[in-house]
């Protein structure tokens, strides 16, 4: 399976970017996606994640009311709506996938992972 993410860029404090990820080779709809990000010098953190089949999702408490993850399986795309964004939200994410259930998502559990892409925010 190889990720590619894609749709950062630089955006003022208070403004939406869209991030999409693009899932090729052997995927299937019952992988759990999740976004996470990092910045240097700190750990990769979760972000965001949504189960394959029922497709129930999971947030980090830094984005739940402002990021809205959802996938389009028929594209084979994982999106990542983020609004009313934050300097602190600054960092490269990364999209993720999982072969079997997390109940948490966590980095271990991941098993492919694609490229991050920049998302800087401006105060």
């Known amino acids: 399976v190889q990720l590619q993410a894609f749709g950062g860029g630089l955006v003022q404090a208070g403004g939406s970017l869209r991030l999409s990820c693009a899932a090729s080779g052997r995927t299937s709809s019952r992988y759990g996606m999740g976004w996470f990000r990092q910045v240097p010098g700190k750990e990769r953190e979760f972000v965001a994640g949504?189960?394959?089949?029922?497709?129930?999702?999971l947030y980090a408490d830094s984005a739940k009311g402002r990021f809205t993850i959802s996938r389009d399986d028929a594209k084979n795309t994982v999106y990542l709506q983020m609004n009313s964004l934050k300097p602190e939200d600054t960092a490269v994410y990364y999209c993720?996938?999982?072969?079997?259930?997390?109940?948490?998502?966590?980095?271990?559990?991941?098993?492919?992972w694609g490229k991050g892409t920049l998302v800087t925010v401006s105060s």
């Open positions: 993720a996938a999982a072969r079997y259930y997390s109940s948490n998502f966590a980095v271990r559990d991941m098993d492919y």
């Open positions: 949504i189960r394959g089949s029922a497709g129930s999702t």
